[in-house]
């Protein structure tokens, strides 16, 4: 559950991160991180339209450069963006200072006041510069769709266990989660629907 829920003790290292979005309205709030690519973006774009649900996409800056026309089309279908670095690199690990310049290299291509840091990991220097700037977004639900321990039934089910009002919810449109995801992803919106959430953007 740590890292399908991250607990209060958890989220409290993160000052001023956002991980969960209550309101007045029963609603959720759909994310994919590590995209955008060619394989696996577009037939997600396909399903959010499906559904009329529109999300998050939280991008690698260089996916970003190899692929313009695949995130032009998450643009164009209405989505938002946010910057996820250049590199997908940790935080932790990394020094504040080359940390910072691999988001700031990653924002020339993504242009979003919205930061989620890979892994959801970066150490209180790197907060405390980025959020000058960004609002960080971390996660009250990750699913989970990109581990090989993982079933398509088990990521469902993390989402029907773990999804609140105000949830911010993390797919992967990624070639290591495309197996889970493709299955798990459009009956966790069904199942949202039918529990009577609305989707919202970030």
């Excluded at 690698?60 to 279908?77: A, C, S, Y």
Aim: glycine share 6%; proline share 6%.
């Amino acid at each position: 559950m740590f890292i399908e829920s991250p607990p209060c003790y958890y989220r409290i290292l993160f000052p001023g991160a956002i991980w969960r979005i209550p309101g007045e309205e029963k609603c959720v709030y759909l994310t994919f991180d590590d995209g955008p690519i060619p394989e696996v973006t577009p037939w997600v774009l396909d399903i959010l339209d499906r559904y009329g649900v529109k999300a998050t996409f939280f991008c690698v800056g260089d996916n970003v450069r190899k692929h313009p026309e695949t995130f032009q089309m998450v643009l164009d279908r209405g989505h938002r963006v946010g910057n996820h670095t250049f590199n997908h690199i940790q935080g932790v690990g990394s020094w504040s200072r080359l940390y910072v310049e691999n988001v700031e290299k990653a924002s020339e291509y993504i242009h979003s006041n919205l930061f989620r840091p890979p892994h959801g990991h970066m150490r209180f220097p790197q907060l405390l510069r980025l959020r000058k700037k960004y609002k960080i977004i971390m996660w009250d639900v990750v699913t989970r769709d990109y581990s090989w321990r993982m079933t398509p039934e088990d990521v469902f089910n993390n989402v029907k266990k773990h999804a609140r009002n105000g949830s911010i919810i993390v797919f992967h449109d990624s070639l290591k989660a495309e197996k889970n995801m493709k299955e798990a992803m459009p009956r966790a919106i069904e199942w949202l629907l039918s529990e009577g959430y609305q989707f919202k953007l970030l």
